[in-house]
């Protein structure tokens, strides 16, 4: 048995999934390090030529501080590698209390958020994924503590901090979304109003407003 199957327990799976694999791997490659990694490599190697091209050449402890300078280039390129392994340890799981996400390379992490802990939800369509046919279902968490908030970048904010938490290239992601909305109306509806306090009927839940009256 699984991290992730002991976590969810005897709680009722309403949706699993994993991204899909060819985006994963594009967005793993096409990430904003690219253009960063080509030039920080072409300066480098231009300089290397230069250099051993040269009448006296250049010691040997040269080649091995360039090595060491091509750090963000061997970054990069790791995470490329690393991007299948990546992919393995990442599973979704929507259950009737909450969501589930593993990740991670090195070490896997499994982190589960409650419906009751969301405060928004977001669908987000990056290049691949509108070529591609997947989106990506953002969530905002509420944690206490002192942070920013998500609706005023650089404004400070205390109380809450608001936290992504993501799944992201998946094709069922509209399905997912209607799933995680209608799950947070229902908590909700049923911390609002427990069963055995709700009116036998509620006259403002679909309520159109009239926009005559704002006029």
């Known amino acids: 048995m699984t991290d992730l199957q002991v976590l969810i327990g005897n709680e009722r799976v309403i949706w699993q999934g994993k991204p899909k694999f060819s985006v994963f791997i594009l967005e793993a490659i096409f990430n904003p390090m690219l253009i960063f990694a080509i030039i920080w490599a ?12 040269s009448d006296g050449g250049a010691p040997s402890f040269i080649l091995v501080f360039f090595l060491v300078h091509l750090m963000p280039v061997w970054i990069y390129l790791g995470g490329i590698i690393t991007a299948a392994i990546r992919y393995k340890n990442t599973e979704y799981v929507i259950t009737e209390r909450g969501i589930y996400i593993t990740g991670g390379f090195i070490s896997v992490n499994v982190q589960m958020k409650p419906f009751t802990d969301l405060s928004h939800v977001n669908i987000h369509k990056g290049l691949f994924d509108q070529m591609l046919g997947v989106g990506d279902v953002v969530m905002i968490c509420n944690h206490t503590g002192v942070g920013y908030s998500s609706a005023s970048y650089g404004s400070r904010h205390h109380g809450h901090t608001h936290q992504p938490f993501s799944i992201v290239d998946i094709a069922d992601y509209q399905e ?24 036998d009927t509620n006259p403002g839940y679909n309520t159109r407003y009239d926009r005559d009256r704002f006029d």
């Open 176 to 199: 997912v979304f209607q799933i995680i909305k209608n799950m947070q109306t229902d908590i909700y509806s049923d911390t609002m109003y427990p069963n055995a306090m709700r009116p």
């Open 42 to 53: 072409a300066i480098d190697l231009t300089i290397l030529k230069t250099m051993f091209t």
